[in-house]
């Protein structure tokens, strides 16, 4: 009876060594990008309550934390500002010495070799909290454009070396292609929040980033949850679009979207692990109901096995640690 087990996949899971070899997925520090929250002030660098160990950084403390992160070798940033005023047309996101740019200066003047990647969108700077222009309750796409794709020029002229929209507004990706070219920004890459889901998981961010609407929801520039075939509709009108890296947002109820998008797409595909995703991991790890470690990077792997080339995620820093000394 024994000697009919011919087949015994335990052999290839006998010890480390033995499952190193045969791993098909690995997760590496250069897959992962870290998000900042930038706000006014100095010597600022204060805990989000929903998202223990992230923080709303002022310029100067965040240049050291980005310091930090370039030494652990995760090799590219998100950056999101938090501006002191905001008002109906989101001025601040496109000021010239708003908060974003001034904290890309201060970067890329301190750690040069760091990517800066700055998300493009209106909704902390608007007073309303949405992503674009609101006329009648309803969110006009096309005055939105005018002025997401100048806060794209204004990051880059500022010295982003990535720009990221994530305002869901139809025809982004090419006005921004279009202005930046125009200015004679040919080489700055586009990572468009190409499927990007109207989902729960954002609501810790909405605190960190100050950003919740005032009215409604975002479900009419948002995606549906429901849809699949829509997500790649969306990512093919991205990369029609000049769209560099495309993203799939959240990641982990999303996963078969991510895979959909590798299988269907040969561009890089980013996912992004988001504060949702984050704050429910720490929240039961703070109760001790789940292993941190183990249970982040089980999450974070499971993401490039679906087929993510990269991760924007807060665990980004842990990560990089855990991987490095095990
Ligand atoms: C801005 C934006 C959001 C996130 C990234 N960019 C929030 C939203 O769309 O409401 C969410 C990120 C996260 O939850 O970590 N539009």
Redesign the pocket.
């Known amino acids: 009876m024994k000697a009919e087990l011919v087949k015994r996949p335990r052999r290839l899971r006998l010890n480390q060594n033995i499952r190193d070899m045969v791993r098909e997925t690995s997760l590496d520090v250069k897959d992962l990008i870290y998000?900042y929250f930038v706000v006014e002030g100095e010597n600022v660098k204060e805990e989000i309550e929903a998202m223990p160990k992230v923080f709303h950084f002022s310029i100067d403390k965040l240049v050291k934390d980005v310091k930090e992160t370039y030494e652990l070798g995760i090799p590219a940033i998100l950056l999101?500002g938090i501006p002191s005023s905001k008002d109906e047309v989101g001025s601040q996101a496109y000021a010239s010495s708003g908060i974003v740019q001034r904290a890309v200066r201060a970067i890329k003047e301190a750690i040069p070799s760091m990517i800066v990647i700055t998300?493009v969108?209106l909704?902390?700077y608007t007073s309303h909290g949405h992503?674009g222009v609101v006329e009648n309750g309803y969110v006009d796409n096309d005055k939105t454009l005018e002025l997401i794709a100048k806060t794209a020029l204004s990051h880059v002229k500022a010295g982003a070396d990535m720009v990221a929209p994530?305002?869901m507004m139809d025809g982004r990706v090419g006005c921004i292609r279009q202005i930046l070219d125009s200015e004679g920004y040919v080489t700055v890459p586009i990572m468009a929040?190409s499927a990007?889901y109207a989902s729960g998981?954002?609501g810790?961010?909405?605190e960190a980033?100050q950003?919740a609407p005032q009215f409604g929801d975002?479900r009419s520039y948002?995606m549906d949850p429901a849809n699949s075939d829509e997500a790649l509709r969306a990512i093919a009108l991205d990369i029609e679009e000049g769209a560099d890296i495309v993203m799939v947002?959240p990641a982990l109820a999303y996963l078969d979207i991510i895979r959909r998008a590798k299988d269907s797409f040969k561009v890089p595909l980013a996912t992004?692990n988001?504060?949702?995703e984050y704050s429910m991991i720490k929240a039961a790890a703070l109760k001790g109901w789940l292993d941190e470690k183990v249970v982040a990077l089980e999450s974070l792997t499971s993401m490039k096995r679906a087929g993510a080339d990269m991760i924007i995620t807060?665990f980004a820093k842990d990560a990089a640690k855990w991987l490095t000394t095990r």
């Open positions: 998000p999101f998300d969108c909704c902390e992503c994530s305002d929040y990007k998981f954002y810790p961010f909405r980033a950003s975002r948002q947002k992004y988001v504060s949702g807060y």
